[in-house]
């Protein structure tokens, strides 16, 4: 192969000054478009992924026992794909034995290959979105994107960041020390990077790629091993990120059990035994608080980086775009049936009503005023479909049903599109009702009458610092305490949207801008991408010998 690293160098570089400036780019377009990808990408990749279903998925070389593999589209159709499978305790020693080649290879063909890895990704964005489409229930445009470049960016952004991080200091060193009238000391020093160890990436159910990507590719990029373990209802968007990071280190010279699947099925469970492995010292999760506590409490030899559970809310104290605000929020609650961390589901509002565009508009007016733009938005049957998407697991509809007890009715959900579907439910709560202040997982919002805005800010925050937030929003033309609401969130960790209302929500996060997660709270203790998040995945360790001056 020719250098990777030189081929993709300006890739790279531009990834490196987006990270410092934090202002928008990306490598990846986001439109499915055959401009883009290529006039025959669509047929082609809806040809790939129907030869896929029904059969074995080939991954040449990987550890196998036996073939496991029971995905069922949220669409109505199970894919019948079966995956090679291998006991925790062989995928480990694989995993070991690529470790040495892997740990040996300079940073520059480490990075190299990452990026060869994406941009070939990149090239199948098409197949990547119908995989992720049906495991993830997401619509197709949203799955290419999410699935497929916005995945992809947040990669980069992560190799970007482990090569700042890698170079940030010097490889070698002359060491001299005046000695006054006396000869100088002199040292030669080197330092050499060492790896942590395996990697183990816990992919989640809704977003396998977007979530799995930064952990996955910082580790490779700092010389550890990954194991990525898919949750068995979304295995083939990352089986097929694994078939192409296996055969771009086959190709550089480097073992491609560098990278391996882990596959399992209800009652073949292998999550818990590779997380508690001695040789497992990485840790990426994406997933409940219930199983985050037990990898902190049994992985103990493991650095954990986890994204999970929290209630993102939005405050609404005041307004000077009545239709706009509604229209963002209804969108913001029926993106893809609420199944998003980034998705708010408390929205504070004083019990009194709030001052609008269009005058005073009382509590249940802005509720309904909400309501009313999710059923302008969700008229139209086909963008419905495209809007909402499908329920990933069937349990979030046994959420919701029960939550339809929990508040006054404000908007009933109902199906939409194909699938197992639901639009976003709706209820009125009073401050401080329990309901409230955990999350409900799925299309389930609550709006909460509080005694004022300076209430909704309080309660907010504060249910952040204590239960986790990923975003907050606030609606309000009031500057001072639009500060200090800026300051209230910015102590529970949360990222703020303020007064949103053209075509940017806040369930969106943007790879090279946005810190996705402040890890400042119950939500994550990791942030995609700052330079904790690869900083702890390799050690500088020096050796060093005097010189004669």
């Known amino acids: 192969m020719t250098d990777l690293f030189t081929r993709h160098g300006p890739m790279l570089r531009a990834a490196l000054a987006a990270l410092q400036s934090r202002e928008f780019w990306t490598p990846f377009s986001e439109i499915p478009s055959g401009k883009v990808y290529g006039e025959t990408a669509k047929a082609e990749a809806e040809a790939a992924f129907a030869a896929l279903q029904g059969r074995a998925f080939d991954l040449p070389g990987h550890p196998e026992s036996r073939r496991l593999g029971q995905e069922q589209s949220p669409y109505g159709f199970p894919l019948g794909i079966d995956y090679p499978a291998a006991a925790p305790a062989a995928l480990v020693a694989a995993s070991q034995a690529a470790a040495p080649a892997l740990a040996a ?16 990704l990149n090239r199948m964005s098409f197949l990547m979105g119908h995989a992720t489409m049906h495991t993830t229930g997401q619509a197709f445009a949203m799955a290419f994107q999410a699935g497929g470049p916005h995945a992809q960016d947040r990669g980069l952004e992560a190799v970007a960041m482990a090569w700042s991080e890698m170079t940030r200091f010097a490889d070698a060193a002359r060491w001299e020390k005046p000695q006054g009238k006396a000869a100088p000391l002199v040292l030669e020093k080197h330092w050499t990077l060492v790896p942590a160890g395996i990697a183990l990436s816990i992919g989640c159910n809704t977003f396998p790629t977007w979530n799995s990507y930064p952990g996955i590719f910082a580790s490779l990029a700092t010389g550890n091993p990954v194991i990525v373990k898919p949750h068995p209802a979304a295995i083939l968007p990352l089986a097929l990120t694994v078939r192409v990071a296996r055969e771009v280190l086959a190709e550089a010279g480097l073992p491609a059990d560098a990278v391996l699947l882990a596959v399992d099925a209800p009652g073949a469970e292998v999550t818990q035994a590779l997380a508690v492995d001695p040789a497992v010292k990485l840790i990426d999760y994406t997933g409940s608080n219930a199983f985050a506590d037990w990898l902190r409490d049994h992985a103990r030899q493991a650095h954990l980086f986890t994204e999970e559970a929290g209630v993102n809310s939005v405050v609404i104290a005041a307004c000077d775009d009545f239709d706009g605000m509604c229209s963002n929020l209804a969108f913001s609650l029926a993106l893809y049936s609420g199944q998003m961390c980034t ?24 509720a309904q005023g909400v309501a ?30 029960a939550a339809r007890g929990l508040g006054r009715m404000i908007r009933d959900s109902a199906p939409v599109g194909a699938g197992r579907s639901a639009s976003p439910l709706l209820l009125a ?59 209230a969130f910015a102590g ?45 995945r390799f050690r500088r360790v020096m050796w060093r010998r005097q010189l004669r001056a």
């Not at 733009?373 to 049903?401: E, F, K, W």
């Not at 949103?500 to 990791?526: E, K, Y």
């Open 105 to 120: 290879a300079a940073p520059e063909r480490r990075v190299g290959i990452c990026l060869e890895i994406l941009v070939r």
């Open 429 to 487: 709560l009073e401050a401080g009702d329990p309901a409230s202040e955990a999350e409900c997982f799925g299309p389930v919002a609550f709006f909460v009458a509080t005694k004022d805005a300076e209430e909704g800010i309080a309660r907010a925050s504060t249910l952040a610092a204590q239960k986790g937030a990923i975003t907050g929003a606030i609606y309000d033309t009031d500057a001072a305490r639009i500060l200090r609401a800026v300051q």
């Open 492 to 536: 529970a960790g949360v990222n703020l949207s303020v007064n949103l209302t053209g075509n940017i929500f806040v369930n969106q996060s943007a790879a090279f801008s946005d810190f996705h997660v402040t890890g400042g709270n119950p939500a994550g203790n990791a942030s995609l991408t700052d330079t904790a998040f690869v900083a702890p």
């Open 343 to 366: 998705a708010p589901q408390n929205l504070y509002v004083p019990a009194g009503g709030i001052e609008t565009d269009q005058g005073h508009k009382s509590f249940d007016a802005v």
């Open 372 to 401: 009313d733009a999710i059923d302008v938005l969700l008229s139209d049957p086909a963008r419905a479909a495209g809007v909402c998407g499908a329920i990933a697991n069937p349990a979030t509809l046994q959420r919701l049903d």
